[in-house]
């Protein structure tokens, strides 16, 4: 018998995975690539909520459990993830410069506040309020990483890459089962898929759409990223990211041509040189009311369990969180109540 299986390859599975695995668990993952948040995603990490300059929930400590989380999976996967890119918010007035500065006075934020405005960051992106600079910063190759866990995974004979059915499931007194494979407990990991999960749909998790435009300007020659409206991410081979967009109605999988609209007005205010759209992408963010993850055991059932609500912040929040899920399902440590999934019964 297994020790876990886990369903879904994303942020939320492949987090846990890895603390499971450094424990020396067997675990069997399932993947149906039906969702694609994490493969989507700018892979930015950054502190500060860049609208009110005030920091992310518990970001400080998230940072530090997140960047020797992905240094060891640099070193385990033999890629290269991390790129700690610079990232600066255009001031669209003097007001905003004025609440950069009184964000200051918080000892929390203050760290990750560069007291020095900066006049010009590119020649093609205009300011007439100047531009902050947030610090401990950076941006994660997520589509890598999760192509490359995957791959690893695949090689341990621990992923099996196909649809999970949940009416197949057996609920046993204290394992599952699944066609041929037992397990003592399982991992639900499903992003914003778990709308769809019998045990786990009760939980108030909603989809929030996040679209990026792919842009090509061989003029541009941005070498960090700028937050204005949107985000202008630096790709490399003069790519960029463009985005993301935000939409609570619309859930569907596919691009569409409103959010292409959105993002290329937004990104004409922003630049003066020529630019080309090579692709438009999108993806569904699991994100809940609180604006916290949705972690922990069924009431029902103690072998189901759930990590999910990652929201917008997947890249820095999985790290933290996979470590004390893992640490309460193995050595009974107890479950951040920020996190628990009770609040909600
Ligand atoms: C456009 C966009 C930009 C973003 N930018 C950032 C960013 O810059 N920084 C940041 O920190 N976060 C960002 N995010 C948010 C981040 O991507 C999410 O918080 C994170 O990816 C969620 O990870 P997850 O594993 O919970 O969900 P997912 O990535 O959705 O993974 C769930 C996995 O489960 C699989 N699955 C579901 N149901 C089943 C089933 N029945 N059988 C088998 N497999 C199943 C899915 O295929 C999927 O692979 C962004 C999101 C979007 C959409």
Redesign the pocket.
Known sequence: MLDYII????????SIAEELISRGKSLMV?????????????????PVILKRFTLAWNAGEQLETALPFYRSLEKKLEVSLIDELPIYRKFNSIEEQNNWFSAMDKPTVEPFLDSNLTNSVNDHIPSNFSFGRVKGTG??D?SLL?WKYREYLKKMNSLIS?????SKLVLGEDFVSYNEISARKILF??????V??PWFKFLPLHG?????LVIRSKDLKLQVAVKSSV?I?PLGDDLYKI???YDHKDVSADPTPAARETLLSQVRKMLDCDFEIVDQ??????ATRDRKPIVGQHPQFSQLYC????????????PTVAKNFVAYLEEGESLDPEIDLKRYL
């Open positions: 369903v879904g390859a994303g942020l939320s599975g492949i399932f993947e149906n690539n039906s969702q694609n948040s994490s493969t989507v995603a700018g892979g930015i990490f950054n941006r994660i997520t999760i196909a649809n999970f059915d949940h990991c499903e992003g914003y898929g778990m769809a999960n929030n759409k996040g679209e990026y985000f991410l985005g993301a967009t992408v999108a993806g569904i963010r699991p990590c999910n609500g990652f929201g917008s912040r997947g890249v820095l929040i999985a």
